[in-house]
């Protein structure tokens, strides 16, 4: 006997709409890096209580502590890049806070597709 998850028509909605958000935010990523992820970051905190008590949510929460876990290592990488001594290090961090940015972003399309909760 399988198992089969049916959606209605509004977690599909917000599913989708979750499912764009990853995929401007990963754009952003890339092109910018995370510079103009602030576009989706405000649209996670407008979509984010209207899927309150669906897997959905999770994955608005997963974007947004993405970003802003990010932007904090990005910080303490100019920080050390504005010093000589430390900017190897500060390189290190940024380069660190990247991968990790780049490992949410696919570890939340991959549970988002497979219709899984964001891990928490």
């Known amino acids: 006997m399988s198992q089969e998850l049916i959606l209605d028509g509004r977690l599909e909605s917000a ?3 979750a499912w764009w958000l990853y ?5 952003s990523f890339v092109f910018s890096l995370g510079a103009f992820s602030i576009v989706p970051l405000i649209l996670n905190y407008m979509q984010r209580p209207g ?3 669906t897997f959905v949510h999770s994955h608005h ?3 947004i502590r993405s970003y802003w876990w990010y932007i904090f290592w990005v910080v303490v990488a100019w920080a050390f890049i504005g010093t ?8 290190l961090i940024w380069i660190c806070a990247w991968l990790w940015k780049a490992y949410r972003l696919i570890v939340g399309v991959t549970r988002i597709n497979r219709n ?5």
């Open 15 to 17: 599913k989708t709409t």
């Open 51 to 53: 899927t309150e008590g």
């Open 23 to 27: 995929v401007v935010h990963a754009v």
């Open 84 to 91: 000589f001594i430390g900017a190897p290090v500060g390189i």
């Open 116 to 120: 899984e909760p964001a891990p928490l």
């Open 61 to 63: 929460s997963w974007m």
